[in-house]
């Protein structure tokens, strides 16, 4: 059996399906051997291996994708449901009992899952999932409050580009970073 | 918090794993020690992500207990000096081949260790003479959330931080639910694991692993058990979200290596709610980039798979190839053995090498003295004295390899009978050196180059050292290619002497 050359290309990645670990041809383990097994010999049942290998990873990764998509969703669907019942129960109260505080955590809430859910929904559309009966919110709250999102958006951004000089003011440790340059300066310079 | 349980909740059937979380440690984020002693109030997140101390200290006094450290405070230089010592006399005695309840054997676990040693060694100068806090480490889910971090006081990669780290995720989930551990030595963890019998309640719910782009500090019977393409249950997970989370916090290194203790880690909280709260919102875009991601895989993978049933290979008989080609690879004994003996033969035969060359030197001087023909400027008591020193030298040789041959085991002797006299066994000796000094080649560049990446904040000093470094990895390259080269010309020499029928 010869042994395989090592193609300069690449070489460099060291990656887990490179040859270069693989040393083919090169031992005496099957020397005077009549047969030697396939997944050394045969080329095609090498790649073959890695293939599956690669194959059996995505059926793993699938499934773990799809019960996350999932997963989401059900997550979602229980919050709303649970923010629900809380401004049910507010809603059931005489006026003077009603604490203003918590309503106005409770419409942040709101907003904040709203927020995810149109943000998640419109990803993972393309990810089949085996529920069918949305996300909690109505497609009507959906619809409203991505147009109110847009808007927002639209003001946000414009201001976004004022300001972007963070980076600079950081010398202040320079003195410690340095160091350790000097360190390993000296270690390269061997 | 809650969110994140349910998300990585996934109670999946036919999987080994429920869920996957990765380990790493950062020695760039460190704080330099307080030069006052004023008093300084402690203040404390309220939603902290760090392991208190109280905690880390704990475990540390029972891997302590367990499995106390050599007394020279485990400089990496002491520790690999003492070590190979021990790789030998494992080899040599026969019995000693895997450790219970681990699938590579013990030796290729050995290597594994230098290797990283080594690696270590180059990091463990940033000293805790400038610093107290050293570093940090983090265990994050496979959705790159961090879930705890602890604060690192010590000089290396300690392995009770990792333990404490896990310790408290196994604190946290439900008691049947198993999780698989990503970690840049995965597989030295599970060793010291089943060892000393570190997480007792927990061990049987891990599967370790070895992180993706760390795979190549491994022995190849390492990375065909404990890579996460290689292992069931990790799906596409490549265990480098602690890289990706430890580029998110670069910017903080030069505040916080000068900032105050309860400050560092209260800024370290804020960055790590704030990530938080942008991978909560693109949790959806996370699902759709891993899903068309595995989808091209999966199609690539699949045309391959069909096309070899095409010419009669089915994905049963791969899967038992498969299994098969673990098993021979990892055996221990035969491998060991032989590359031992490999490597003394070698030198017997480089020995005999040298033994030729100085039998014809003395075999020429003889010729010219019996001829009466002296070379340049020499008289017949030069060459006499010179046929003296060249005797004396083969006598030398020739007691080195007697020397040598009878060391040589059984197998050893009747190796070196075959490779003494067959040039094609003595090519595919030099052949599989090279390819072995290649590889070590390549995974110090590696390991060089990880340096360099390893989050170093970009200012001038830094790409300037950038610069230097590269040049420096980039001068060794051309060795490693004329070493690829004349591999390669041995391999064709190789080939041509098959198809010559020379080969046995």
């Known amino acids: ?190 | 918090m809650y969110v994140l349980i349910i998300f990585l909740y996934s109670l999946l059937n036919g999987c080994s794993v429920d869920s996957i979380v990765c380990l790493d440690a950062c020695f760039t984020q460190k704080r330099r020690k307080s030069q006052g002693n004023s008093w300084v109030p402690p203040r404390q997140h309220p939603e902290t992500v760090f392991v208190s101390v109280d905690e880390s200290e704990q475990m540390e006094a029972t891997v302590e207990a367990i499995r106390p450290s050599r007394p020279s405070k485990a400089s990496g230089k002491t520790a690999s000096s003492k070590a190979p010592p021990k790789a030998t006399s494992s080899a040599q005695s026969k019995d000693v081949d895997y450790e219970t309840g681990l699938k590579v054997p013990k030796s290729v676990l050995d290597e594994c260790h230098e290797s990283f040693l080594a690696a270590d060694a180059n990091r463990v100068k940033a000293s805790t003479l400038f610093f107290s806090d050293t570093g940090l480490m983090a265990l994050l889910c496979r959705h790159d959330r961090v879930l705890w971090l602890v604060n690192m006081t010590s000089a290396g990669e300690k392995q009770h931080y990792a333990l404490c780290l896990l310790d408290k995720l196994f604190k946290h989930i439900p008691e049947t639910m198993r999780i698989g551990v990503l970690y840049d030595i995965g597989c030295q963890l599970h060793r010291s694991c089943v060892k000393h019998g570190f997480l007792p309640n927990a061990l049987d719910r891990i599967v370790f692993g070895i992180s993706v782009f760390h795979a190549y500090g491994h022995q190849w019977p390492c990375q065909l058990i404990y890579h996460p393409r290689k292992c069931k249950g990790f799906g596409l997970t490549d265990g480098e979200g602690c890289e990706r989370f430890w580029s998110s916090i670069k910017l903080l290194i030069p505040s916080l290596r000068v900032s105050g203790y309860y400050n560092r880690i209260y800024t370290l909280d804020t960055q790590v709610k704030h990530l938080d709260t942008k991978s909560m919102l693109d949790l959806g875009l996370w699902l759709r980039r891993k899903w068309n991601n595995m989808a091209n895989k999966k199609l690539e993978a699949e045309e391959v798979l069909d096309g070899l049933l095409d010419v009669g290979i089915t994905r049963e008989y791969l899967k038992s190839q498969w299994i098969e080609q673990i098993q021979e690879q990892t055996k221990p004994l035969k491998r060991q053995s032989s590359k031992l003996a490999d490597k003394e033969i070698f030198d017997v035969l480089t020995l005999m090498k040298s033994l030729e060359i100085y039998e014809e030197e003395k075999n020429g001087y003889q010729k010219a003295l019996m001829d009466g023909v002296y070379p340049d400027g020499l008289t017949s008591v030069d060459l006499a004295t010179l046929v003296e020193d060249v005797q004396k030298n083969i006598i030398r040789a020739k007691k080195a390899v007697a020397n040598k041959k009878g060391k040589l085991s059984v197998d050893g002797r009747l190796n070196l009978a075959k490779l003494v006299g067959n040039e094609f066994l003595r090519k595919r000796m030099n052949a599989l050196a090279l390819k072995q000094r290649i590889r070590d080649r390549l995974r110090n560049r590696k390991f060089e180059l990880t340096n360099l990446e390893r989050a170093y904040r970009k200012t001038v000093n830094h790409l300037k050292l950038e610069k230097n470094a590269q040049s420096q990895i980039k001068r060794k390259e051309p060795g490693i290619q004329a070493l690829v080269r004349k591999y390669n010309k041995l391999c064709e020499e190789l080939k041509s002497m098959i198809k010559a029928c020379k080969a046995p």
Not at chain 1, 115 to 144: D, F, H, K, Q
């Open chain 1, 1 to 190: 059996m010869a042994p395989l050359s090592i193609d300069l290309d690449g070489l460099y990645q060291l990656d887990v399906d490179d040859d270069i670990w693989q040393d083919i041809g090169l031992s005496n383990e099957y020397d005077g051997q009549v047969t030697i097994p396939d997944w050394l010999k045969n080329e095609k049942v090498r790649i073959g291996i890695k293939s599956l290998l690669e194959f059996q990873r995505c059926e793993e990764e699938e499934r773990r994708l799809l019960h996350e998509r999932l997963a989401i969703q059900e997550w979602m669907q229980e919050e709303w449901f649970v923010l629900g019942a809380a401004f049910g129960e507010i809603g059931n109260l005489e006026e003077e009992l009603i604490d203003h505080d918590t309503i106005y955590q409770l419409e942040e809430r709101r907003e904040y899952l709203l927020r995810l859910c149109v943000r998640w929904e419109s990803m993972v559309r393309g990810i089949p999932c085996s529920m069918a009966n949305g996300w909690g919110p109505t497609e009507e709250e959906l619809m409203n409050f991505r147009q109110l999102e847009f808007t927002v958006q639209a003001i946000e951004e414009e201001g976004l580009y004022e300001s972007d000089d963070e980076e600079e003011d950081l010398e202040g440790a320079e003195y410690f970073d340095n160091l350790e340059a000097a360190v390993l300066i000296d270690h390269y310079r061997l």
